[in-house]
């Protein structure tokens, strides 16, 4: 599973650093606000920090007819299923904390590729400490999300 996600991950990197630079500044600095704006929420999601209103305002960030997606696990959900989806997995970590280590853009989205670090109780109650590596990718319409794809 590991390696696919490393496959991924690579074939994404080689398509975007075809298309790196394309598109105007101020949409390119317009989206890494936005996606910044979705991490640091989504952060606190994971973890004890989490709330409901919390959950409201990431997916505010998106326009009406916006999809989250997970498409390593072929999951795709509309707003009402990913906000239900995140209020069910409220508090289950501890500390979290999501690292936007560099963003690549095209002419229609963007990429933001992170790291998240945070611990979860295993089986016994003792905190499991997981480091993930990954990338987001973010369409935008109008200054909104339109899809948000989760790698």
Same mark, same amino acid.
């Not at 101020?26 to 890494?32: A, I, L, P, S």
């Not at 936005?34 to 409901?52: M, V, Y």
């Not at 995140?86 to 999501?98: P, Q, R, S, Y």
């Given at each position: ?88 997995? &409220? %508090? /289950? ?6 690292? *936007?280590?560099? =963003? ?6 963007? @990429? $933001? +590729? ?12 003792? &905190? %499991? /400490? ?6 987001? *990718?973010?369409? =935008? ?6 899809? @948000? $794809? +989760?790698?």
């Amino acid at each position: 599973m590991a390696r696919s996600y490393s496959v991924v991950f690579t074939i994404l990197l080689i398509i975007l650093s075809a298309t790196t630079g394309v598109g105007c500044i101020d949409g390119q600095e317009q989206g890494n606000g936005i996606a910044r704006k979705f991490f640091e929420l989504r952060e606190q999601t994971l973890d004890q920090r989490g709330t409901p209103a919390q959950v409201a305002q990431i997916l505010a960030l998106s326009n009406d007819t916006g999809r989250y997606e997970h498409p390593a696990f072929s999951i795709v959900m509309t707003l009402d299923e990913a906000r239900r989806g995140m209020i069910a997995h &409220l %508090k /289950e970590g501890h500390d979290a904390k999501i690292t *936007i280590r560099r =963003f690549f853009h095209s002419s229609n989205f963007t @990429v $933001a +590729e992170t790291t998240l670090h945070y611990f979860v109780p295993d089986d016994s109650g003792q &905190l %499991k /400490e997981i480091n993930r590596n990954g990338a987001a *990718i973010f369409e =935008f319409r109008a200054g909104r999300i339109t899809r @948000v $794809a +989760e790698y």
